[in-house]
């Protein structure tokens, strides 16, 4: 069964905002960190938010740090990115990501155990 399912992209002009989500299933276990990745055709994949489930501790790549908000609610089982003055350089596929550990670089596709199938967001100038 997919573990982690993401909704909430789409297409929007520069300066927009965007809300994206990302559903845990029941048969996820002992998640301790969930993050947002994104990749863009052409260029690596990029580590955009990282959040802590139980204490809520955030960090955010440079290039979206202060646009772009993680948070989450764990009684809904959910991750939420809030992104906000959208450039068109944030256009990719995101892809929401857990890990049942905490060992690894947290930008590191590598230290997470579960992926979404990703949501599209299209920024035009």
């Known amino acids: 069964a997919q573990v982690l399912a993401e909704s909430g992209g789409g297409s929007v002009q520069a300066g927009g905002s965007l809300r994206l989500s990302c559903a845990a299933s029941r048969y996820t276990y002992s998640i301790v960190r969930m993050a947002w990745f994104r990749q863009a055709p052409g260029k690596e994949r990029e580590g955009v938010a990282v959040i802590y489930v139980a204490g809520g501790g955030s960090y955010y790549a440079d290039s979206v740090k202060g646009r772009f908000t993680i948070s989450r609610d764990n009684a809904k089982s959910t991750l939420y990115l809030q992104m906000n003055a959208l450039k068109p350089e944030d256009t990719a596929m995101y892809s929401c990501?857990?890990?049942?550990?905490?060992?690894?670089?947290?930008?590191?596709?590598?230290?997470?155990?579960?992926w979404g199938q990703g949501t599209q967001v299209t920024v035009s100038s």
């Open positions: 990501a857990a890990s049942t550990g905490y060992g690894g670089n947290i930008y590191d596709p590598r230290a997470y155990n579960y």
